[in-house]
């Protein structure tokens, strides 16, 4: 059973299988889990000997089946590699880790780069919407009383200045939140803080439980378990950039373009009036960047 309560934001399934594997573990799809309770009384059969007198026992079990979800596997790999003396470093120095080593880290999770630019619009459009909404049923009210319901009354502009201008405001949020998906893609940059130090991850947006802006529009503390992807020494740094691949996909290689897309981001984040420090954009060793098994708290 587990040592303490795990709530999954993210999980990746297929990872937690595959190392049960390699570990000699088949894949349970139930859990079978057996009970038995008995009574004891003087007299009838099933006759056993105790003491001089008789005593009849009678026994029953009982079965309780339930299915082997991805948690309760994640559970099983935590206490395999226990059993196997595979050690999971906790919040490790990177000197002391190498490539495939189990990492287990805990901290405040921090959304990096376009992702936490994605972030800000949706939660923007979100607030404009609802403000547009109550603009539109307040001047349908108001039409109303003046018994004008039959004038055609255009959603989008109600002929306020500030309205109009709101509008525009969302269509650019729009425009700003299909590029930053468009060029994120399933990546999610995210850089883990603690009092040692800063890990970096990129989880696979599919693999998410709950939406991400639910779990990184405020920076929260959680747990990511995987293993050791590599290690970034002094004098390097984690580009969240690349680490999404979005250089690889939309331009050609050059030692430029990261640069050049980090100026854009800094203008558009001080547009959107967003705070966007410079570990939001490049993080320096000495780190580690983590392939992630699980995030959870």
Known sequence: MPDK???????????????LSSLGKALPREVVEQS???????GGADVKLAKGSRVWSESTGTETTRDATAPYRFEEL???????DIQIHDNPDPRAVSRGDVIRVDGTTVPMSLYKIELAAMSFLEIFDGMMESDVIEDIDELADEDERDQNIDPQRTGDEDDIELSEALDDLRTILELA?????????????NEARTYV????RSLMRVSGREAFFEETDYVIFGRV?????????????EATRVTGRYFQESEDVGDELRDV?????????????????????????INPMAVYW
């Open 36 to 42: 038995e309770s008995g009574k004891e009384t003087e």
């Open 229 to 241: 992807k590599g290690r970034i020494n002094r004098d390097e740094e984690w580009d969240p950039i």
């Open 201 to 204: 991850t990129a989880l696979d």
């Open 5 to 19: 309560l795990r709530e999954f934001i993210y999980l990746d399934d297929v990872s937690v299988n595959s190392h």
């Open 265 to 289: 981001l800094r203008q558009l984040s001080e547009e959107m009036e967003l705070e966007m420090s410079e570990e939001d954009l490049l993080v320096e060793g000495r780190s580690v960047e």
């Open 78 to 84: 935590r206490e395999t590699l226990v059993e196997e």
């Open 181 to 193: 998906e468009e060029f994120i893609g399933d990546g999610i940059p995210i850089r883990v803080v």
